[in-house]
Every structure is written in structure tokens, then in C-alpha cells.
């Protein structure tokens, strides 16, 4: 926990950009009867019965501090997935940053076997590389403030019925547009000090070890 805390508190260059992604899922659903438009003098009306169109996983990558973020959709949340996520991360998202600092949560996929999994041993060794990954804690995963991101787009833009994959992809790609033309950002103000009090109960009870006392008579 608290090196995810020092990271948010340390200054990151474009050379070195701190990354913060988050994975969740969405279920597509349909209409069964369509849907009645807003009409002056009448509310809009919608069925509560809907069809399922399946399911499609979200990928989010976000920069706190420079007020950027992608969101992608995809059919499946597998190492190879987000190995490939991860190469458009560096490779066109950030081509010019020495070293990108991610965070992420503390699952299996999210760490350099899964590059290897995806890629040739020459491309994941170069993209691991560029790569500097930091974890949150097991059932820590509010430290990822990719998080909030995420909550910010289940609220703004999928709060409704979404039938398609394509539909989904146009959504997300209006929304992302949106919010990175305001630059929206997140300042991060719970440090490790602030942990140390607030949080003292996940810290291990010190007791000091006892010294011998050099005028003891046996």
C-alpha cells in the first residue's frame, strides 16, 4: 500500500508517466419492444423487459496527472488481451516515454508473463522493458484511482441499454473524446502518513525489542 501511496505523492515526467488501468465488464442489452421518444406534454417510456447481447470487457488506462485516458472494449479479459492493451499503451499512446509506470490490480494477467504469453520473447522483452508495474495491495483495490474513472463512465455514459458492440465502441470513443478535451484529472491527497493514522489497524502492532541491561548482577 504505501509505495502505491509515495508513488501518487512523487513528481512523473511525459518520460516517465505514472498509469493507472482498471478492467470491468459491461452486459450489452437490447429492447424487446422500442423504445416510446420524449413528445412535449409525455415522459419516455421503456419496456422492463430487455434481451441480452452479450458481454464485452472494458479496459482503462488513465493518467491522473495529465488529465488523458483510453478506454477500449474487447470480447475477453485474457493475458493476451491485456498484453495487447498494454503494447498500444506504449507503443502509440506514450511511443516516446522511456519507462511507463502502471498500476494495476493484483490479478494474474497483469504481469510480464502475459507479454510473453502474447508476443514473440524479442517484442515482450521490449515492451517489458518500457514497463515498471505496481500492484495494489489484495482487497486494496481503491488505491487504483483508475477506478474512479471508471465509475465516472458507468455514470455518464453507461447507465442505459447498449445492444451492440458497435454501438458500445462509438459511446465509449464520444465519451473518452469528452472527457479529454476538459483534461478532467485526479488529486490525490491520502498519503502514507495519513495511512499510518487512518489505517493503523492493517499495521503489524510493534513492540520493541528489550535490551539487556549492562549493570544487571547474576
Not at 472494458?58 to 492493451?85: Q, Y
Not at 516516446?96 to 493484483?106: E, M, P, Y
Not at 478532467?184 to 493503523?200: G, P, Y
Amino acid at each position: 500500500m504505501e509505495v502505491v501511496l509515495d508513488l501518487y505523492s512523487q513528481l512523473h515526467s511525459e518520460l516517465e508517466p505514472l498509469i493507472c488501468m482498471d478492467e470491468a465488464s459491461i452486459q450489452l442489452t437490447g429492447h424487446v419492444f422500442e423504445p416510446i421518444p420524449l413528445e412535449p406534454g409525455h415522459d419516455a417510456k421503456v419496456d422492463y423487459h430487455y434481451t441480452r447481447e452479450g458481454v464485452q470487457a472494458l479496459f482503462m488506462f488513465f493518467d491522473p496527472n495529465r488529465g488523458w485516458r483510453r478506454v477500449s472494449n474487447r470480447d475477453h479479459r485474457t493475458r493476451v488481451d491485456w498484453a495487447i492493451e498494454v503494447r498500444r499503451l506504449l507503443d502509440e499512446d506514450y511511443p516516446h516515454a522511456h519507462k511507463v509506470k502502471l498500476v494495476c490490480d493484483n490479478l494474474n494477467t497483469h504481469n510480464i508473463a502475459s507479454l510473453y504469453e502474447a508476443f514473440p520473447a524479442p517484442e515482450a522483452h521490449r515492451l517489458a522493458r518500457k514497463l515498471e508495474i505496481y500492484h495494489t495491495p489484495r482487497n486494496g483495490s481503491w488505491l487504483n484511482v483508475a477506478e474512479i474513472e471508471l465509475s465516472v463512465l458507468s455514470q455518464q455514459c453507461l447507465d442505459r441499454r447498449i445492444s451492440s458492440v458497435e454501438e458500445l465502441t462509438s459511446e465509449l470513443a464520444a465519451w473518452q473524446q469528452e472527457r479529454n478535451s476538459i483534461t478532467s484529472k485526479v488529486i490525490w491527497h491520502f498519503t502514507t502518513d495519513d495511512a499510518r493514522v487512518k489505517l493503523k489497524h492493517l499495521y503489524p502492532i510493534f513492540e520493541p525489542q528489550e535490551t539487556g541491561d549492562s549493570n544487571a548482577t547474576f
